[in-house]
């Protein structure tokens, strides 16, 4: 398994804003990459968002990283692939 960490500075758009841009375009564009298991964007922090996407393979991962588009108003920092080298479930995760 193979993970994409990407960095965007989301500029003044506000944090609704922000959530809507996630839900109708980031998101259902990421579901569609190959491979893809689970994904995780976490709110800025200091001028700074982060999403953590989960591929099975380092080809998957490879290829949703050069489809990466950024929304306008919005600057990549960074994107990286990387391994997984471990990973645990707690006994909540997925309890509602």
């Not at 375009?25 to 982060?50: I, M, S």
């Amino acid at each position: 398994m193979h993970a994409l960490v990407v960095t965007v500075d989301p500029g003044s758009r506000s944090a609704e804003e922000g959530r809507r841009t996630l839900e109708n375009e980031v998101v259902p564009r990421v579901k569609q990459n190959k491979g893809f298991l689970v994904g995780y964007w976490l709110a800025p922090k200091d001028g700074h968002a982060l999403s953590v996407t989960f591929y099975e393979t380092a080809d998957d991962a490879e290829a949703a990283h050069a489809r990466i588009q950024v929304t306008q108003g919005v600057r990549l920092v960074s994107a990286d692939v990387r391994q997984v080298s471990a990973s645990v479930q707690g006994a909540a995760a997925g309890q509602s």
